[in-house]
């Protein structure tokens, strides 16, 4: 099957998702997500790509970003991934690939996702067993986001801004968001959008994107009340 082009549409967020090869560890040591938050920061400023959220696993790698134009995020991406395997491989004295081929990504609608893909991301961690809650992750926006330890890496979204007038309250705010557990239905939703690089965010949000682009936003309907399925997201009364 062809792949998708890849979509991009003015100030529309992106969530990416880079797996290591045959789902092996692409960081080993403390210095290996060091360096690759340090080669993130110089491709990311370089390429004008706003990170709102990260989180570093064992063996791959979410981020969600912004770009200011249609190649941004593919030159940040070749950048990051071409500085990284370069170190990783003197690091430790190997050859090859690192990463599973290609990034996968998606768009990702500002209205009513936005922030779900923020919980997705950080919480990462806690679905994997790794900690209790995402303030124990090191290697994660969560403490920018969540706690307010300075990370000058992130940029927030404007949804994000929303939550509150000022840094505080926008904390305690995300703070509540991100304690609630995730329904599964949306842990779904945001994997098969960037796995198969669909579209993530309403029926209205969807058609925009096909007007647009020109490209199909989701898979053809196989029968049944689309909007029955439709991806619910808990947000935090303001």
Not at 7 to 36: M, P
Not at 53 to 77: E, I, Q, S, W, Y
Not at 145 to 171: A, C, F, M, S
């Amino acid at each position: 099957m062809a792949r998708l082009p890849r979509l991009y549409v003015e100030g529309c967020a992106q969530h990416i998702i880079q797996r290591g090869n045959n789902r092996e560890a692409c960081f080993y040591d403390e210095s290996d997500y060091k360096a690759y938050l340090s080669f993130l920061y110089d491709a990311a400023a370089q390429y004008q790509v706003s990170i709102h959220a990260f989180v570093l696993m064992t063996n791959h790698v979410h981020l969600l970003v912004t770009p200011v134009d249609a190649k941004g995020v593919g030159r940040m991406m070749q950048s990051l991934g071409r500085r990284y395997v370069q170190y990783f491989n003197f690091t430790y004295g190997r050859t090859g690939t690192l990463w599973e081929g290609r990034y996968k990504s998606t768009l990702v609608d500002s209205e009513r996702y936005v922030l779900t893909v923020y919980q997705y991301i950080e919480l990462n961690p806690v679905r994997a067993g790794m900690v209790q809650h995402a303030a124990e992750y090191a290697w994660s926006s969560y403490r920018h986001n969540g706690v307010g330890k300075r990370i000058g890496l992130v940029t927030p979204h404007e949804e994000y801004l929303r939550l509150g007038k000022t840094d505080g309250e926008r904390q305690q705010h995300y703070r509540l968001l991100i304690q609630g557990k995730m329904k599964d239905r949306d842990i779904i939703a945001v994997r098969q959008a960037t796995n198969k690089a669909w579209v993530l965010g309403s029926d209205h949000f969807k058609a925009q994107i096909e007007e647009k682009t020109g490209r199909p936003a989701e898979p053809a309907s196989r029968g049944g009340d689309r909007r029955s399925a439709q991806f619910l997201v808990n947000r935090v009364d303001q």
